[in-house]
């Protein structure tokens, strides 16, 4: 189920819905990419907690607003603790419920500027996020890389919610429907 906030600002009432992206939703996702980058010689992402944390708060701003946007970028590389070398970001906004993360996948491939960034050299970590705002899904692909021999390991993404309880992995419409309302921008 989705967790209802209501957000007061200025003179201004705000009715927002948030969905976090179910763990196996992200791992489901992760696999899509990993997939991808394998089939062009590219090293394998892992999962990391910074990035996670850094794409849903975009993914929620982005949500409060309503607005697809890159707003913020340099403060989400700056702030969320990753010693990245590297940087990729793709968002998108969807009209689907529950979203389909192979959908989405696909439809950032299909999308040259977002295959560039899912297809970027260097990128050693990738995080995911999800908002709601009405009928609407937020959503954040946040791409990091470390410098050859970081000692960095990752950190694994906090309070991930059950399947049950999030996204799920089967969507509603097909994917000529869903790529006909999907928006996205690099």
Same mark, same amino acid.
């Given at each position: *189920? ?7 600002? %200025? ?6 819905? $948030?969905?976090? *992206? %179910?763990?196996?939703? #992200? ?11 394998? !089939? ?8 990391? =907690?910074?990035?996670?944390? @850094? @794409?849903?708060?975009? $993914?929620?701003?982005? #949500? ?5 946007? /890159?707003?913020?970028?340099? $403060? ?25 993360? #192979?959908? *989405? /996948? ?7 500027? /977002? ?5 970027? @050299? ?22 990091? =890389?470390?410098? %050859? ?14 399947? $049950?309880?999030? %996204?799920? !992995? ?9 790529? @006909? ?6």
């Amino acid at each position: *189920m989705y967790r209802c906030i209501f957000l007061l600002f %200025s003179a201004f009432v705000f009715d927002y819905c $948030s969905a976090t *992206m %179910s763990s196996a939703d #992200a791992n489901k996702l992760l696999a899509l990419t990993n997939q991808h980058r394998a !089939s062009i010689g590219l090293n394998a992402l892992q999962l990391d =907690g910074k990035l996670t944390a @850094a @794409a849903e708060g975009h $993914s929620i701003a982005q #949500a409060q607003t309503k607005t697809m946007s /890159h707003n913020g970028l340099d $403060s989400r590389i700056a702030n969320c603790g990753f010693p990245g070398i590297v940087w990729a970001e793709n968002v998108g906004m969807s009209e689907n419920k529950p979203i389909n993360v #192979a959908e *989405m /996948h696909k439809g950032w491939l299909n999308s040259p500027k /977002h295959r560039a960034n899912i297809e970027k @050299a260097g990128l050693t970590h990738v995080g995911f996020g999800l908002a709601a705002n009405g009928n609407f899904l937020y959503y954040t692909e946040f791409f990091g =890389g470390v410098a %050859s021999g970081s000692k960095y390991s990752g950190t694994k993404p906090q309070g991930r919610p059950s399947n $049950s309880q999030r %996204s799920s !992995s089967t969507g509603r419409r097909s994917l000529s429907d869903q790529l @006909a309302i999907n928006r996205f921008k690099r």
